[in-house]
């Protein structure tokens, strides 16, 4: 559902270890999904995409998980690096052209 | 390829004031999309287009213009600019599922 008002949920880990972003989405029909990154005073940027036909696909040092049983998402960064904070966007998609992006999570990497 | 270029970088209005927000992409999508993101939140869709002469509503029109007279070109018209128009504003385009999006624009309105 919609988050009006709501800032964004913060994830804050220790450099080094693993990371796990959570994303539900809302359209049982959608068949593709990408995870973007927002790193501070720069626009999102594609990281990892996954097909409805997967459950499961890796990246370099990023793994994205599909569970279409209860419409989740998940990413998981892999030995986090300072350089890795930033908001994360999931992005479902139903037709080309067209993406409902969900309301991002603010990760903090602490040195 | 420079992508999708978004001009100005920065601008504060007065309210009451208008300006043009300008966006321009050279990979030849057909898509292309304005967003807004305020302080510390998500991204909300404002306008898109999916083809030259072809523009429809998002979640955010209300306060909005945008046209599409060529496959480069999306520019977003604010008019009588309010306070709650302060923003910053990112353009995009795709040719499928992948966005690329612009620099941004933010916009204060005092």
């Known amino acids: 559902g919609e988050s009006v008002g709501l800032h964004l949920p913060t994830l804050s880990v220790q450099e080094g270890d693993n990371s796990i972003i959570n994303c539900a989405y809302s359209n049982s029909a959608s068949d593709y999904f990408i995870w973007y990154k927002q790193e501070s005073g720069k626009g999102p940027q594609f990281i990892i995409d996954?097909?409805?036909?997967?459950d499961k696909r890796q990246g370099q040092r990023v793994t994205v998980l599909l569970n279409k049983t209860v419409k989740h998402l998940s990413l998981q960064i892999a030995a986090t690096q300072p350089g890795d904070s930033a908001v994360y966007f999931c992005a479902e998609n139903t037709n080309a052209g067209k993406s409902t992006f969900g309301d991002g999570t603010t990760l903090t990497v602490k040195p | 390829n420079a992508g999708v270029t978004q001009t100005p970088k920065f601008r504060i209005l007065k309210i009451g004031q208008s300006m043009t927000l300008q966006c321009t992409q050279d990979?030849?999508?057909?898509?292309m999309y304005w967003y807004r993101q305020d302080p510390g939140m998500g991204l909300k869709l404002i306008y898109y287009?999916?083809?030259?002469?072809?523009?429809d509503k998002g979640e955010v029109p209300n306060g909005y213009n945008v046209s599409r007279s060529t496959t480069e070109d999306f520019p977003l018209r604010l008019e009588l600019a309010a306070p709650s128009q302060t923003s910053v504003y990112f353009c995009?385009?795709?040719?499928?599922?992948?966005?690329?999006f612009g620099p941004g624009t933010r916009l204060t309105v005092t």
């Open positions: 995009a385009s795709s040719e499928y599922y992948e966005q690329y």
């Open positions: 287009s999916v083809g030259a002469g072809i523009t």
């Open positions: 990979m030849n999508h057909n898509y």
């Open positions: 996954i097909r409805s036909n997967m």
